[in-house]
């Protein structure tokens, strides 16, 4: 295990080596130059640690905690100390990637300072770097809020998790030719407010690459297509710890869960067998 270093520099068999920061202002330079940017959730310093050395760019403390690691059927009831919780856990991690943390659920909705009180929280307490705000228009004056005050904003349209009650279940969006024209409104209206990036979750390949090539900032998809700047999975699910709970567009890179259930398996053997 890698002791806990100053973020900026560690030790490798004595040598020191220089890591740089990812900044909000690399990755809009990452989109110019045309250059993809990997995301990935994190949900604690283990991970965070395993995925920061393997070179991921944004690391995502997302409220999908709840549904992943805390048992719960939705996002919805995932509150503001559990997310400060898991960010700061993160934050001591990392050392290279850009930390973004989730506004939960009503933590944003209800007034734009409280939103960013809220915020605030996620910064200082929770040491990220920036955090994501679910919706277009009606949010977009919050966004200008944290924005003016210095904090930065990744939006996130087209499957918004903690709308699912509305949304009638977890299903792609932006289907309809006025469900696409809204959501590329939303789009301009959030880079209008100053969000560093956008998140596109969910929706036809074809939307998301126009709304890519409309916008300057990048634009990240999950179940979006391939043409957007960037990619953001759920770790658990591209690793294959999830099992059905997967949605049908997360990737599988490792078959983990079975792996695990087998070193397990071999591990109570040993112990049964008095080895
Ligand atoms: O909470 C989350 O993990 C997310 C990603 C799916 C984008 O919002």
Redesign the pocket.
Same mark, same amino acid.
């Given at each position: 295990m890698w002791p806990a270093l100053r973020a900026g520099s560690f030790e490798i068999m004595s040598e020191r080596v220089k890591i740089k920061r990812v900044r909000v202002t690399d990755l809009k330079a990452m989109k110019r130059r045309g250059e993809k940017i990997a995301?990935l959730?994190a949900y604690d310093a283990l991970l965070a640690r395993l995925l920061d050395r393997a070179g991921i760019d944004i690391l $995502?403390v997302? /409220?999908?905690?709840g549904m992943?690691l805390l048992g719960y059927e939705t996002?919805i009831p995932v509150t503001l100390d559990a997310m400060i919780h898991h960010t700061r856990a993160v934050s001591r991690g990392v050392h290279r990637a850009l930390v973004v943390a /989730?506004m939960p659920f009503l933590t944003y909705q209800t007034g734009a300072l409280k939103a960013l009180a809220n915020a605030g929280r996620l910064i200082q307490e929770g040491g990220a770097h920036a955090v994501?705000i679910?919706g277009g228009k009606p949010v977009a004056k919050t966004v200008r809020r944290l924005v003016d005050a210095g904090i930065p904003v990744m939006g996130?349209l087209g499957l918004t998790?903690q709308a699912v009650n509305q949304l009638g279940g977890f299903r792609r969006q932006a289907t309809t030719k006025e469900d696409a024209d809204r959501l590329t409104a939303d789009a301009r209206a959030l880079q209008d407010a100053g969000v560093f990036a956008l998140?596109l979750?969910s929706i036809p390949a074809d939307l998301a690459k126009a709304v890519t090539a409309g916008l300057s900032i990048p634009v990240?998809g999950?179940g979006a297509g391939p043409h957007c700047d960037g990619q953001? $999975?759920?770790t658990h699910d591209m690793l294959g710890l999830t099992g059905d709970a997967a949605p049908p567009f997360a990737r599988k890179f490792a078959e983990l869960e079975n792996a695990i259930i087998d070193a397990v398996k071999n591990y109570a053997k040993e112990v049964r067998d008095g080895r």
């Open positions: 995301m959730t $995502l997302g /409220d999908s905690v992943v996002t /989730d994501k679910e996130h998790p998140v979750e990240i999950i953001v $999975l759920v």
